[in-house]
């Protein structure tokens, strides 16, 4: 089963590894990496609110 709580983890160890890669780096433009991690990391946020509000909207198991 998919854990948001884990996908969360995951992109701020990618996200601590990109901000230890020297400015100017090769890979990813260094500042744009560390920002769309970011606008990732608030997504996966949302998204979590919107699926605990979700969750009390919905009925019960055996109700």
Do not use: H, T
Request: without cysteine; hydrophobic residues 45%.
């Amino acid at each position: 089963m998919f854990d948001p709580m884990d996908r969360f983890y995951e992109l701020e160890n990618w996200r601590r590894s990109l901000v230890m890669l020297p400015p100017g780096s090769l890979a990813l433009d260094r500042e744009d990496a560390v920002a769309l991690i970011a606008e990732l990391q608030e997504a996966e946020g949302r998204l979590r609110g919107l699926r605990d509000a979700l969750k009390l909207l919905l009925p019960m198991d055996g109700d």
